[in-house]
């Protein structure tokens, strides 16, 4: 207790309540190329109808990726994703009659850090689906000549006026920066259009409405939020940034055509945006021409395809479990294997791996040299045991664009993994008739023989099993590690991440604390039950705890150490099953048989 001076009573509190929490265990991890999406940047999603609003759909060049991802979702519903891609993409500009430059923006921070000079809109995410957008904006007067043009009014002055209740006039802000009275009409409508049909399937079909948004910066809505035409697009819109802003002085006149002649100033501290030419403003509308510059880059090399990787390799930033390698080459699997995985500041993942498709997918080759090259292709990924490799590729439809498709199925074994928390526990075989059925398959890439099965088995590469009536299962749990151990095997791994994993988010309570025996005992406290839950829960079959004298002696205490020895022995799932049938004469009782 605190020294007093005059006679009190003082009140203190001690939490000696520290438990081993819970840690998530089924959080997949990929980078690849997609048609849409933003780029070197971490995004969740949870469904495949989610994956293909974000990340658009699959096409020729993404179908290996976006099956990726959408198989991993098929088993759970957390996966992060990073998109890249090669240096040659652009974003679309979306809006002008000239369409500007062609440029790329990656992603929000690319955005905020660069000035655009000559483009309206762009597209938010570089790639060719952008030029099926169309942003067009309308301010007072281009209201006011779309509702006076009547019957003879244009299809994007027809357009505005069926979706918005009425016209675009001077926010609060403005009016009450320039005393409170006149009009500045900084108000303006904005409509983005499907005018190549590519997203919904209907030409001319209006994706966003964003209604009064100022284009005086600093501009507020109800709710305190900015309604900043560049602020709202940024925040709210899927599909365009505001490229062109150009500054004013305070109280300087603004002379762009869709401003009022007679009312053109903007409040003290206020910009507004603007371009200077009158063939900007057809009929009163702000942009009105489909977008175009948009370019397709999703063919990733492998450095391309590591530089996604890399937004993972922080566990202190972003908590991961299963990282897939995608339709990527082994060149890439051994990147995740070595620098993700394996080594650095991770290792609490499994990465998960696929063999090259020209390996399992050569239409004519004998299964034995197939074999034979997928444990080739095994070893060029070295020895890990967080890592873990299938043996084929799978034959599936692709319902978006009517077609079957090779696709690898690293992330179906990552799915099985997830699937098998969700059922069981981490440290649970994925393997198997009861958890390891494989979905969304028309059929494997190469049939392997009990032979086969033996080959890949012993060389570290998962095999798979078709069984009549049943499916295709994956038919083994090995880990890519060659020397035998325990952590050969895929639950044993994923344990032991658990556990130590779980343990040492709880540990970091003890930092800065005393090394004496209370704290040591209150360590042991804390460990012992968490390991009594998971022996309960058939994860380990005995385990000790040593924090004591023994292993912290004065030279580890006055080095500012700690340790804490603990012990457990991983529970191990059957692979190899021997059934002795015997038969016996019809006069021997089955009790006078020996073992």
């Not at 009140?11 to 929490?21: A, F, M, W, Y």
């Not at 390891?436 to 032979?451: E, H, P, T, V, Y």
Request: aromatic residues 10%; charged residues 20%; glycine residues 10%.
């Amino acid at each position: 207790m605190p020294f007093q001076i005059s006679p009190g009573i003082n009140i203190s509190e001690r939490d000696l309540t520290h438990v081993v929490p819970n840690v998530a265990t089924s959080i997949g991890a990929m980078a690849g190329s997609f048609q849409w999406g933003p780029v070197l940047e971490r995004i969740t999603v949870t469904t495949e109808n989610e994956l293909v609003k974000k990340f658009g759909k699959p096409d020729n060049s993404t179908f290996k990726s976006f099956f990726t991802a959408a198989n991993y979702l098929a088993y759970s519903n957390n996966l992060i994703i990073v998109r890249n891609v090669a240096a040659a993409a652009r974003n679309a500009a979306v809006g002008d009659i000239d369409n500007g430059t062609s440029v790329l923006v990656k992603n929000r921070d690319n955005y905020d850090s660069t000035t655009y000079t000559d483009q309206l809109f762009i597209a938010k995410y570089p790639g060719v689906l952008g030029n099926s957008l169309k942003a067009i904006a309308i301010d007072s007067i281009g209201w006011a000549a779309a509702v006076a043009a009547g019957n003879s009014a244009t299809a994007d002055q027809a357009l505005f006026l069926r979706s918005f209740n009425g016209t675009p006039g001077t926010s609060q802000d403005v009016l009450a920066a320039n005393g409170g009275s006149g009009t500045y009409n900084d108000e303006i409508h904005i409509l983005v259009i499907d005018s190549g049909g590519q997203w919904t399937g209907i030409v001319g079909d209006v994706l966003e409405a964003h209604a009064y948004v100022s284009m005086a910066e600093g501009a507020k809505k109800i709710d305190g939020s900015s309604n900043y035409v560049k602020d709202v697009l940024s925040n709210e819109s899927d599909y365009v940034w505001l490229g062109v802003v150009e500054k004013l002085t305070e109280n300087s006149d603004d002379t762009s055509p869709l401003r009022n002649a007679g009312s053109p100033k903007v409040g003290a501290g206020f910009k507004r945006f603007t371009k200077t030419s009158a063939a900007y403003y057809p009929g009163g509308i702000l942009g009105g021409n489909a977008a175009s510059l948009g370019v397709d880059a999703n063919d990733l090399s492998a450095g391309e395809y590591n530089a996604g990787y890399n937004l993972y390799s922080n566990a202190d930033v972003v908590d991961i479990t299963l990282v897939m390698q995608g339709g990527a080459t082994s060149v890439t699997g051994k990147y995740i294997i070595d620098t993700l995985a394996s080594t650095g500041t991770r290792m609490d993942c499994v990465a998960f791996v696929s063999p090259n498709i020209g390996t399992v997918v050569a239409a004519g080759s004998d299964s034995s040299v197939i074999a034979t090259n997928v444990v080739a292709d095994k070893s060029a990924m070295g020895s890990s045991n967080y890592a873990v490799m299938d043996s084929a590729w799978k034959y599936q439809y692709d319902q978006y664009n009517d077609v079957f498709r090779y696709v690898p199925m690293n992330a179906d074994i990552a799915g099985l993994c997830a699937r098998t928390d969700f059922t069981n526990d981490a440290w649970w075989s994925p393997a198997g008739m009861t958890r390891g059925q494989i979905k969304n398959i028309i059929k494997l890439s190469w049939d392997a023989s009990k032979a086969d099965r033996d080959t890949l088995y012993s060389g570290g590469a998962n095999p798979f099993h078709a069984m009549t009536g049943t499916g295709v299962m994956l038919w083994g749990d090995k880990t890519m590690q060659v020397v035998p151990s325990a952590f050969d095997r895929i639950n044993v791994r994923r344990l032991f991440i658990v556990m130590e994993k779980a343990i040492s988010i709880a540990a970091k309570g003890m930092l800065f604390e005393f090394n004496d025996e209370f704290t040591r005992a209150q360590f042991v406290n804390m460990v012992a039950p968490f390991l009594r839950e998971i022996q309960g829960r058939r994860g380990i079959t005995d385990f000790k705890v040593v924090c004591d004298g023994t292993n912290n002696t004065g030279q580890v205490i006055d080095t500012n150490n700690f340790v804490g020895d603990i012990y457990v022995k991983p529970n191990r799932s059957i692979n190899y099953i021997q059934l002795n049938f015997i038969a016996a004469r019809s006069d021997v009782s089955f009790t006078e048989i020996g073992a």
